[in-house]
C-alpha cells in the first residue's frame, strides 16, 4: 500500500535558519506529492504540490522537488520566520483511481527569535 | 469566509454514549471527507462522500457512521463511543475527489475526548 515517512520531529531553529524537512515515499505508479501545514488551532492548508517527476513546487518561500528516483519530496526554506513555525504534513495521492490523500506523521517546527 | 466549519470545537464523553460531529462548507465543493489525527499517526481517513449522494469507507472505518445531508453538510457519528476514538476529528471538502487537481480545506478541527 501507499506509505508516506517523514523526518522525525520536533524540529526546532533559529529565525532565519535554513530549514530541510525530509519526506520519502512508497506508492503505486506515479503519485501526485503535497505538503500540507497545520497553524496553532487550525486545520490543515496545502502549502504547496508536485505532480510529476522533477516539479518543483513553491509557496511562501518554501520549496520542494519531486524526486522519483530517490522517491522523495523533501521541503526546504532558505530563510526561516516565527510565523513559519507549525506541523508540517507530507502527502500523497497515487492517481490509480483511489485518489485519495495517504499522509505523514507530520514534523511539528518552531521557529525562535 | 466560513469555509470548512466543524461543530463542537472540543467535547468530553463517557464509555458507551454516542454523539455526532457536524461539519458544513460554503463553497459548492462536491467532495467531503473526514479524517482522524492521533499523535505519531498523521492523518487518516474514515469517511469521505464524492458527491451528494455517495458516501464510502476510508482507511479507518469501524465504530462510525456518516451522512451526507445535503451538498453543504456531511455528519459523523459514532454510535457507542471507545476510548480509543480519543482523537482530533478534521472535516475537508475540495471541489472534486481529485487531490491531483483540487486540494481539500479543512475545517479547524473537533477535539474529542472519551473517557
Known amino acids: 500500500g501507499n506509505s508516506v515517512t517523514q523526518m522525525e520531529g520536533p524540529v526546532t531553529l533559529s529565525e532565519e535558519a535554513f530549514l530541510t524537512i525530509n519526506c520519502t515515499y512508497t506508492a503505486t505508479g506515479y503519485p501526485s506529492l503535497f505538503w500540507y501545514v497545520q497553524y496553532p488551532g487550525e486545520g490543515l492548508q496545502l502549502l504547496l504540490k508536485?505532480?510529476?517527476?522533477?516539479d518543483k513546487g513553491s509557496n511562501k518561500g518554501f520549496e520542494a522537488t519531486y524526486r522519483k528516483e530517490t522517491t522523495s519530496f523533501h521541503l526546504e526554506k532558505g530563510s526561516v520566520q516565527v510565523s513559519d513555525s507549525a506541523v508540517y504534513f507530507c502527502a500523497l495521492s497515487d492517481r490509480t483511481g483511489n485518489e485519495k490523500l495517504t499522509f505523514g506523521t507530520g514534523t511539528r517546527l518552531t521557529i525562535i527569535p | 469566509n466560513a469555509g470548512v466549519t466543524q461543530t463542537p470545537k472540543f467535547q468530553v464523553l463517557k464509555t458507551g454514549q454516542s454523539m455526532t460531529l457536524q461539519c458544513a462548507q460554503d463553497m459548492n465543493h462536491n467532495s467531503m471527507y473526514w479524517y482522524r489525527q492521533d499523535p505519531g499517526m498523521g492523518l487518516r481517513l474514515i469517511y469521505y462522500s464524492a458527491s451528494e449522494g455517495t458516501t464510502d469507507k476510508g482507511e479507518v472505518p469501524n465504530g462510525y457512521n456518516v451522512s451526507r445531508l445535503n451538498k453543504r453538510e456531511f455528519s459523523l457519528r459514532l454510535e457507542s463511543a471507545a476510548p480509543s476514538q480519543t482523537s482530533v476529528y478534521f472535516c475537508?471538502?475540495?471541489?472534486?475527489?481529485?487531490?491531483?487537481?483540487?486540494?481539500?480545506?479543512f475545517g479547524d478541527g473537533t477535539r474529542l475526548s472519551i473517557l
Open positions: 475537508a471538502s475540495s471541489e472534486s475527489a481529485s487531490p491531483f487537481n483540487q486540494p481539500q480545506h
Open positions: 508536485a505532480t510529476k517527476a522533477d
